[in-house]
């Protein structure tokens, strides 16, 4: 049974940084990439970070390109993202999520090559 955790959310000051971590387990964690999203009430849940299975290929919303890192524990099957400068616009829900495809072979950016969900953690930025 896939299981996905988030925590790290909370309250910051804008300018400041946070780490969120996802902790998975039930499957094969190495095997697959891993994606963040964040979501605010009303709106659809957007694309935030994703990373490779082996770790060796990123991608970023153009929002958060060059403040946000995604990384890839294997060994301790734990994704993370690193988030610096948060603005008040990065205040939202964000979730971990498994990509659905085993080893895919580029890594995955669209909220539908996901199929698992972490239950999301908020993060607060105040201005």
């Known amino acids: 049974q896939v299981q996905l955790v988030e925590s790290g959310g909370g309250l910051v000051q804008a300018g400041a940084s946070m780490r969120l971590s996802c902790a998975a387990s039930?499957?094969?964690?190495?095997?697959?990439?891993m994606g963040w999203f964040r979501q605010d009430p009303g709106k659809e849940r957007e694309f935030v970070a994703a990373?490779?299975?082996?770790?060796?290929?990123?991608k970023y919303a153009e929002s958060v390109k060059g403040r946000f890192t995604a990384s890839k524990d294997n060994a301790g099957n734990t994704v993370y993202l690193e988030m610096n400068n948060l603005t008040p616009e990065d205040a939202s829900t964000y979730y971990c999520?498994?990509?659905?495809?085993?080893?895919?072979?580029?890594?995955?950016?669209?909220?539908?090559?996901?199929?698992?969900w972490g239950q999301g953690t908020q993060v607060i930025v105040s201005s």
């Open positions: 990373i490779k299975w082996g770790g060796d290929s990123t």
């Open positions: 039930g499957f094969p964690f190495s095997e697959f990439a």
């Open positions: 999520a498994k990509d659905r495809q085993r080893r895919r072979s580029w890594t995955p950016t669209s909220r539908r090559d996901f199929g698992s």
